[in-house]
């Protein structure tokens, strides 16, 4: 009589519940160093997509004020001006371009969490707010209608051969943050922690520019 032979269909294969644990584990560590990465990479996208944006805007003030013989003006809308509770938030989020005693493009807004930085100061720029009444620099225009009462807005003017009136080259800073905002009162800029900071810098003589990143220290 043969001995009976056990049969290996019996056996159950699988994972124990320590190796589940395990296998459970690595997942989340894995997602706790992917989420960060994938957030920064929608930060960044924002605040390039804007600034390819804005150096549209310029191309097309410059190119207006060569071709039209009419000086133009990109115009930024800060945080000091009188607003109402429906132009409010425009305060350091939007830009327009101003020619002749019309807007010639409707107001573009940043996307959200992206403004303009009025106080950032790197060591090799110098920042378009930073200048007070610098030659070029501000300009009233009626504010935020072609119909509205004038206001003096912060602007890079562009002459018809194309350069600036600018004393000195200027850059446009772009950062990561936000503007408060109740009703018609705006706020300070509050800025987001590890903010990126990209700079439009505008040469005075040409009234063409570059496109930097610097860090938020001012290197």
Request: aromatic residues 10%; negative net charge.
């Amino acid at each position: 009589m043969q001995p009976a032979t056990q049969n290996s269909s019996n056996h159950r294969s699988g994972f124990t519940l320590i190796e589940l644990m395990v296998v459970v584990g690595l997942m989340g560590l894995l997602l706790a160093f992917a989420i960060p990465a994938f957030q920064g990479i929608g930060r960044s996208a924002g605040i390039n997509a804007a600034v390819q944006e804005l150096r549209t805007t310029v191309s097309l003030a410059r190119q207006w004020a060569i071709t039209q013989r009419q000086s133009a003006f990109v115009v930024f809308p800060d945080e000091l001006l009188t607003y109402t509770e429906e132009s409010a938030p425009k305060a350091l989020r939007a830009y327009s371009v101003f020619s002749g005693d019309e807007y010639i493009k409707g107001w573009t807004f940043l996307p959200q969490n992206v403004i303009f930085d009025p106080v950032f100061e790197p060591q090799a720029a110098v920042n378009l707010w930073s200048t007070g009444s610098d030659t070029g620099t501000l300009t009233d225009v009626p504010f935020p209608l072609n119909d509205s009462g004038q206001q003096e807005l912060r602007s890079v003017e562009f002459r018809t051969r194309g350069n600036t009136r600018f004393t000195a080259n200027k850059t446009i800073f772009l950062t990561e943050g936000f503007v408060p905002v109740t009703g018609a009162s705006v706020g300070d800029p509050v800025f987001l922690p590890g903010r990126m900071v990209i700079g439009l810098n505008i040469w005075r003589d040409t009234g063409l520019y570059r496109i930097r990143e610097y860090d938020s220290s001012g290197l």
